[in-house]
């Protein structure tokens, strides 16, 4: 079965500073797609940056980049340059390639302090 | 850009009442998604469809059921609601699924179901 572990149910960043949001999965699954989405206090949920399992290149989306290690099945979220609005609730996310069901992480908490 | 729009935003139902929950995919956009966010939970899979068809099937309570019109919004049908049904409903969509390929689904805003 999948899982997504998500160990840090809340973290504290200094603004203008990078933090590494952490991430791990398990699947049996030869090919699937990584994501990550940002849940601010006004509940939408906010696609930001999807690693296909096949990918060679970590994907980079703006300040936002993915610390895909493959052997070791994690997904790290990497925000540079930390600003207030930052703060919100991470979700990782995985979906088989070619499947519909995504499944979820239970999320961290991120803090931007001024 | 079009986004995914959800109707309504706010609902407040009676237990074992019924309630409909609507979704308008982004144009172009052919897979639709259900989610249930509980209070401080991470989004469970509900249902999806791809090309009007049920695609997949997550934990869907038997007293909830979905379909994909041929416009491609879809409606989630829920009856004898219980306290436990509130939540925050997400509708998603997606272009297809295809094998080789993972799109990025995109949420609406949610619709936030009480039950009292």
């Known amino acids: 079965a999948q899982k997504i572990t998500q160990t840090q149910p809340g973290m504290f960043v200094q603004e203008k500073e990078a933090v590494t949001l952490d991430c791990t999965y398990d699947?049996?699954?030869?090919?699937?797609?990584l994501f990550w989405y940002k849940q601010p206090s006004s509940g939408e949920m906010i696609f930001l940056i999807y690693q296909g399992s096949y990918d060679e290149q970590n994907a980079t989306e703006g300040r936002y980049s993915l610390n895909f290690q493959k052997a070791r099945k994690s997904a790290n979220l990497v925000i540079s340059a930390s600003q207030l609005g930052d703060s919100a609730m991470y979700f990782c996310?995985?979906?088989?390639?070619?499947?519909?069901?995504?499944?979820f992480g239970a999320g961290t908490r991120l803090f931007v302090k001024a | 850009a079009a986004g995914v729009i959800q109707s309504p935003r706010h609902l407040i139902k009676e237990k074992r009442e019924t309630a409909t929950l609507k979704c308008y995919p982004i144009?172009?956009?052919?897979?639709v998604y259900w989610y249930q966010q509980g209070p401080g939970q991470d989004p469970q899979f509900l249902i999806s469809f791809y090309e009007k068809m049920q695609s997949d099937k997550g934990s869907i309570p038997d007293r909830f059921s979905a379909q994909q019109f041929s416009d491609y919004h879809s409606e989630l049908n829920m009856s004898s609601l219980e306290l436990g049904d509130s939540a925050l409903y997400f509708c998603?969509?997606?272009?297809?699924?295809?094998?080789?390929?993972?799109?990025?689904?995109?949420f609406g805003p949610g619709t936030r179901l009480t039950v009292t």
């Open positions: 996310a995985m979906r088989d390639t070619g499947g519909f069901k995504t499944i």
């Open positions: 144009p172009r956009h052919d897979t």
């Open positions: 998603a969509s997606s272009q297809g699924a295809i094998e080789g390929d993972t799109y990025e689904q995109y």
């Open positions: 699947t049996s699954d030869q090919s699937y797609g």
